[in-house]
């Protein structure tokens, strides 16, 4: 199995290739992919140094399966590249999610909508995956038709550049930024620009990627995406209005069986999901469940994943794993 990752010097790429390593992806040949000026860099893999390679040598190399996190403009320009040598890409920007003729995949709950066919396949959004892999035995109990979120998200989303400016803010130094506004002890509701609307991408990307994944466009969405001082993890403040009543009870025994969660709601004992506890994990966790109380059939959940791990690499991995056993990859 030759296998790429592009963008492999980059903070997602990192962890790609530790949870290709963790996860034993049977990886035979190992193609670390950056930009031009990266090209020749060092990246260790398995306990092994490779140089950096340019995307045009990769393509030329014609892996099986292709992780991209490199940026949109790299993704549109390069994965139809790739995929015209044969190679599956799984491409973690936002520049093929909505694209009708691409499959967008969160393993837990569509992964069957990937076909032979498929050369290039999209991975979600961060925020959008935690949230979803979080209803989706709701969904099928309950039927959503309303989600009102708003997220808690971690600069390691934006990249080196905004953990740098949180730690050199932190220590009172003065560094490149990597948002307009001070991070540190602030909170910043803009991810991504503005759309007319008024509304972030970021926002949009959650409500019409939400519907794409669960295969619904009838459910109701509404989001508002803050950027907080913190690292380990995104939350997300999720009020989900469903068609049908629920018990407590029940939903708690739902969320312990459903694929991809653990359950962290002990309130006597001060115990529900925190960022610091998602770090370097792969499980969603769910949490502060509680019903409604100014609306019928919705229930207040709190969700926190490692955007790093589900809300990129690990859901990547996931989806070539998945090929790999439905025979969509070469064993």
């Known amino acids: 199995m030759k296998v790429a990752v592009v963008g492999a010097t980059g903070m997602v790429g990192a962890v790609m290739r530790k949870v290709l390593e963790e996860r034993n992806f ?3 040949e190992f193609l670390p992919v950056a930009s031009e000026k990266s090209a020749g860099k060092q990246v260790t893999f398995k306990g092994k140094e490779y140089p950096a390679i340019t995307l045009e040598q990769a393509v030329a190399a014609r892996p099986d399966v ?6 949109g403009s790299v993704s549109l320009e390069w994965a139809p590249r790739f995929a015209e040598v044969g190679t599956v890409v799984i491409d973690n920007s936002s520049a093929w999610r909505m694209d009708p003729s691409k499959v967008l995949v969160v393993p837990e709950l569509n992964a069957d909508v990937i076909g032979p066919d498929d050369k290039i396949i999209a991975n979600p959004n961060c925020s959008t995956i935690q949230m979803v892999v979080a209803l989706k035995k709701l969904h099928e109990a309950y039927q959503v038709k309303r989600i009102v979120v708003s997220t ?3 600069v390691t989303g934006t990249g080196v550049k905004a953990v740098a400016q949180l730690m050199d803010e932190r220590a009172g130094i003065e ?3 990597a948002y ?3 991070i540190d002890l602030n909170c910043i509701p803009q991810i991504d620009v503005f759309l007319d609307n008024g509304y972030t991408k970021e926002e949009m990307k959650m409500v019409n990627e939400t519907r794409k994944i669960m295969r619904d466009d009838s459910i109701r969405i509404t989001a508002t995406t803050v950027r907080v001082p913190v690292m380990g ?3 997300e403040a999720v009020n989900v209005e469903f068609a049908r009543d629920f018990e407590l009870t029940e ?3 739902l969320l312990q069986v459903t694929e991809g969660v653990v359950l962290v709601d002990d309130t006597a004992h001060a115990a529900y999901p925190m960022p610091l506890d998602a770090e370097g994990r792969d499980e969603v966790l769910v949490g502060r469940l509680r019903r409604d109380e100014s609306n019928p059939k919705t ?4 969700v926190v994943a490692d955007n790093l791990r589900k809300g990129a690499a690990t859901n990547a991995v996931q989806i070539a794993e998945y090929m790999l056993t439905k025979g969509l990859l070469p064993a």
Do not use: C, D
């Open 66 to 71: 292709a992780l991209f996190s490199a940026g």
């Open 26 to 28: 049977p990886v035979t």
């Open 299 to 302: 229930l207040n959940m709190w």
């Open 251 to 253: 939903v708690r025994s």
């Open 175 to 177: 560094g490149p930024k």
């Open 180 to 182: 307009a506004h001070r």
């Open 152 to 154: 808690y998200q971690s």
């Open 233 to 235: 993890g995104h939350s």
